[in-house]
């Protein structure tokens, strides 16, 4: 177990229990106050945050430290083991042909997204393809051409058509001799029907083995419903949470893997076609809680 980065409020409670054997329901109590307060300034939702310390606090006033293990350590692996049980592990992205689609808002970061997903797979030894049917957003064409350049991968998509699913359609037959083909689709400044019209019908068509939900580590309070709608018009495989290079630490996309009893599959990290990590629970509950 690795957690470095905690915050500095949350490393001093836990070295003041340093050298402590047994933990008294004052010093729990102190833990997971301070654990509530980075997880809430991480803007995990509410009700996640006051679970999940219902089960830290049980936990570590019924179990007993292992053998030779301080209250410290005791404490620190319940908290990281109740974290990594509601976050999970990587969503799982079998290295080998498959159809995965992308939805979210715009400006989410779908079409960096797919171009950084397409880089990575070609660096994993496949053969991805991008194909945008972002008709809504004027530029996501001409970046995502760009993207897929610099990335060095195959791209399809139309300026000039209209509909969606044609573009789909003509994109996947264009692109056949690809054997990951990451779908693209456009999004709107806010959830709407339209929105969710266009993706169901694009998601029926294309078939996709996985859906994506890119959501920006900004997101807050507003992923519960984002997920939920998207969760119930298409299905939520993973999400991608994207900008982690800001000062947002992305706590509020778990409300939207809770919401979609999903995982994590990427994390964006910049602007660029590299900036992209696949989730790895270590890094990311650190950072929560730093
Ligand atoms: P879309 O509307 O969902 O396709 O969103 P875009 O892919 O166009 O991204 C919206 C903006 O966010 C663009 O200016 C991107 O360069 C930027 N962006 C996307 N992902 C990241 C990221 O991980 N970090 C940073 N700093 N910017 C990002």
């Known amino acids: 177990m690795v957690l470095d980065n905690l ?6 409670t836990l070295d003041t229990l340093q050298g402590k054997s047994r933990l008294s329901k004052e010093d729990v109590d102190e833990v997971v106050r301070e654990i509530q307060r980075s997880l809430l300034q991480a803007d995990v939702d509410v009700d996640i945050v006051m679970e999940l310390s219902d089960s830290i606090r049980t936990r570590a006033l019924e179990e007993d430290p292992p053998a030779g293990t301080s209250a410290r350590d005791h404490v620190l692996r319940i908290v990281y083991e109740e974290l990594v049980a509601l976050i999970g592990d990587s969503t799982d992205l079998p290295l080998e042909p498959q159809t995965i689609l992308l939805a979210g808002l715009q400006g989410s970061g779908k079409t960096t997204t797919a171009a950084k997903m397409a880089w990575w797979f070609s660096k994993k030894g496949l053969r991805p393809a991008v194909v945008q049917t972002d008709t809504f957003r004027p530029g996501a064409y001409e970046q995502s051409k760009q993207m897929c350049e610099r990335a060095e991968v195959q791209f399809y998509g139309d300026p000039d058509a209209e509909d969606p699913v044609e573009i789909a359609r003509r994109g996947l037959e264009a692109t056949e001799d690809a054997d990951v083909h990451i779908v693209d689709t456009s999004g709107r400044s806010g959830l709407n029907e339209e929105l969710i019209e266009e993706l169901k019908e694009i998601e029926g068509f294309v078939d996709p083995d996985r859906n994506l939900l890119v959501l ?12 939920q709608a998207f969760g119930d018009a298409v299905g939520v495989d993973g999400v991608v949470i994207t900008k982690l290079d800001g000062t947002a630490k992305g706590g ?39």
């Open 7 to 12: 915050g500095s409020s949350l490393r001093g």
């Open 252 to 290: 509020g996309a778990l409300a939207a893997v809770n919401e979609t009893d999903s995982t994590i599959a990427f994390l964006g990290t910049g602007e660029t076609v590299q900036d992209i990590e696949r989730f790895e629970p270590n890094g990311f509950i650190s950072r929560l809680l730093g």
């Open 216 to 227: 920006d580590a900004a997101i807050g309070q507003g992923a519960k419903d984002q997920a």
